[in-house]
């Protein structure tokens, strides 16, 4: 899956805002508009460069990521779903691919992080949030995270449906007066025929 047209590709049934993967799971179809402005924008600056998608979900778009060159690292809350179980078994054929992905199990905040072992001493030169901000209640925890996987000059994208309290996240991020934040010009980004109800919204954030 080298791209957009391919991602679609793999979708058998369209739910609003989601679409359904086959073999069990869903994509956000926000991701899909995410990974058409990275391919404009940043491909060639991922060859080489570490990228984090938090939430990974179905590892769809890490995927994407990861043969553009990319060493990208999903994570993925466990849970009786098997989301966690097909985002392995995506980046175990994608390293068999000869391409660069792994996937870890990782819930937000201290308390996750010391549990899943990963070591997010070295930080992370991109870090991705796809459709992350809808509830408030983990808001803090996903922060923290952010926090501890980025230094000076990391930069993430992230892109959500606007609902009720997303944009209290980056009020969070205001705060810590140490992140500076970019909305991307409705101009500048194709939203792939999705309704202007679902009122899509794309940030590049960078760490100071």
């Not at 939430?55 to 966690?84: I, K, N, Q, W, Y």
Request: proline letters at 1%; glycine letters at 10%.
């Amino acid at each position: 899956m080298a791209g957009r047209k391919e991602m679609e590709a793999t979708g058998e049934e369209e739910l609003g805002e989601v679409r359904r993967l086959e073999g069990g799971g869903h994509l956000w179809k926000a991701s899909l508009v995410l990974l058409e402005f990275l391919e404009k924008k940043e491909k060639e600056n991922f060859k080489g460069k570490r990228i984090l998608e938090l939430g990974a979900g179905e590892g769809v778009l890490a995927e994407a990521l990861s043969r553009m060159g990319a060493h990208v690292t999903a994570t993925e809350r466990g849970g009786g779903d098997g989301c966690l179980d097909r985002l392995k078994k995506r980046a175990e054929m994608t390293r068999n691919a000869g391409l660069n992905m792994k996937a870890v199990e990782l819930e937000w905040g201290e308390k996750g992080l010391e549990a899943s072992g990963e070591d997010l001493a070295e930080t992370f030169d991109f870090v991705i949030l796809s459709e992350l901000f809808y509830d408030q209640e983990s808001h803090e925890d996903l922060l923290w995270t952010l926090r501890q996987a980025t230094s000076p000059g990391s930069v993430v994208y992230s892109v959500f449906c606007d609902r009720p309290f997303s944009f209290m996240f980056f009020a969070l991020l205001h705060d810590t007066d140490e992140f500076d934040v970019e909305e991307i010009a409705e101009e500048k980004v194709d939203t792939l025929g999705m309704s202007e109800e679902a009122q899509i919204h794309l940030h590049r954030i960078v760490r100071r």
